[in-house]
């Protein structure tokens, strides 16, 4: 997500941070290649001339140009304009007070709305809401087979039946979810390849017929601005009121993200990370600028650790490390919460610093590099895990052949093993006040 842009970003501001003094000129050939980078990236042409005339507004001050850390007022300011270019906060689901409430999903044809409605209604699930899918997609044949093999994958109920008219396929959905119990019903409309006007008259005639506490156009990212386009087409006629973002994991650029809020005045609520039906989170301007930047999303990397890892679990892996009794058994258990997690590439992205570590290529890593370290540690006793200095030549030839690995594979597991638990020890040393403990990692040397 990003990375292209973040990358650029960071040259940019690096050059501005090998100047003594900055003067007017500096900053001015900084927001000229600023610019140049939106523009690679995408961004509304409209949107980059206002966001670099803020910037400049704010950057060639007397304040900032005499200050003594020109530099990094100039990145707070590209940081603060960047956040408000966004939408400045999170902004939450509306609910009404008649239940249910009513979300319904509109955008083209292969956008994402039906797989986006199945991660909206499992998202709704984990926040304690009770929510039924429907699809009022009656021109399509495949549409409400496709919103039952979503719900059924996503562990959802959904309503379908053979009526004729959308209008009928809501009155039908409303009995049910009122009968039911259901608090919201998230509604997936009828898309099209192209806009025209029977998609919108249809569209309105639901809004009018539902009365939605929400209507969430869905963007997909990788199409760019062509996105923005249709997003302000749809807002003219229905006047949405957010937007999810889906495919944001992808190929994007970054132009749709930066542009859909200035270009429809409207919030971006969520975005899609992932082909899961857990890859769907709250936006949150802040974070996202975070990552843009290369600073890392800390926040959100807490949330995903809080829902894969059991609280009273967690409590005894830090007194274990605290005891120094941390062994391959506990190291493979905290393999398999980084799993559920999500893609390991996603969630290095979120640690700060990590796109300035040397030769560190984040598409590299792959899943199944994890994967074999759990075989390896799988092929293990329960004696050995729990004690791997007992392992031997003949042992480790053992454990290669029952995880088809080689003898050089386990050696450098073991010996990452030692060198993660000589980690935890200066940890634990530093926690304590000791003078004299060293990182064993050099990018961590304070350059």
């Known amino acids: 997500m990003f990375e292209r842009l973040t990358e650029r970003l960071e040259q940019v501001f690096k050059r501005l941070r090998g100047y003594g003094k900055l003067k007017e000129h500096h900053i001015d050939e900084a927001l000229r290649q600023i610019k140049v980078v939106l523009l690679e990236a995408d961004v509304n042409f409209k949107v980059v001339r206002e966001f670099i005339a ?22 707070k300011i590209v940081r603060d304009e960047l956040i408000e270019l966004l939408g400045g906060e999170k902004s939450d689901l509306i609910f009404s007070s008649k239940i249910p409430s009513i979300f319904m999903l509109v955008g083209l044809q292969g956008c994402g709305k039906t797989t986006t409605a ?8 984990k926040t304690n809401h009770s929510p039924l899918l429907v699809s009022t997609d009656v021109q399509r044949p495949a549409a409400q087979e496709q919103i039952r093999v979503v719900a059924e994958e996503s562990g959802l109920p959904a309503f379908s039946d053979n009526s004729s008219s959308p209008l009928e396929v809501c009155h039908n959905s409303m009995k049910m979810a009122k009968q039911g119990g259901y608090d919201v019903v998230v509604v997936d409309t009828a898309g099209r390849m192209h806009i025209n006007k029977d ?19 869905v963007a997909d990212a990788m199409t760019g601005q062509d996105a923005v386009k249709s997003a302000k087409v749809f807002n003219e006629n229905l006047d949405v009121t957010g937007i999810i973002l889906t495919k944001l994991d992808g190929d994007a650029r970054g132009g749709a993200a930066l542009s859909i809020k200035s270009v429809t005045e409207k919030p971006i609520k969520f975005i899609g990370i992932g082909e899961r039906y857990d890859d769907l989170e709250p936006f949150y301007p802040e974070r996202i600028v975070s990552r843009i930047l290369g600073m890392g999303d800390v926040l959100s990397l807490i949330e995903k650790a809080e829902e894969a890892i059991d609280r009273k679990e967690a409590q ?17 258990s905290q393999l398999r ?20 570590l040397k030769g560190m290529d984040l598409s590299e890593i792959s899943e199944g590099d994890l994967k074999r ?27 290669a052949r029952g995880s088809g690995t080689s003898v050089q594979e386990v050696n450098q597991l073991l010996r990452q093993f030692d060198q993660t638990k000589k980690m935890i020890k200066q940890l634990n040393l530093i926690s304590q006040g000791k003078r004299g403990a060293k990182l064993p990692f050099p990018f961590f040397d304070g350059n």
């Open 118 to 125: 199945g991660k909206l209604g499992k998202w709704l699930r």
């Open 337 to 356: 919460h980084i799993e559920r997690m999500g893609p390991l590439t996603q969630i290095l992205s979120l640690f700060p610093g990590v796109s300035k």
């Open 316 to 332: 005894d892996l830090e007194e274990k490390i605290r005891k120094e009794s941390f062994t391959l058994e506990d190291f493979r």
């Open 199 to 217: 998609l919108m008259d249809e569209l309105s005639i639901l809004k009018k017929e539902l009365r939605p506490a929400e209507i969430l156009f």
């Open 54 to 75: 803020k910037v400049s507004d704010k950057s060639l001050g007397e304040r900032v140009l005499e200050s003594f850390t020109p530099t990094q007022q100039v990145v």
């Open 373 to 399: 370290i759990e075989a390896i540690i799988n092929s293990m006793t329960i004696e050995e895990r729990l004690n791997h200095t007992i392992i031997n030549g003949s042992r480790r030839k053992r454990i």
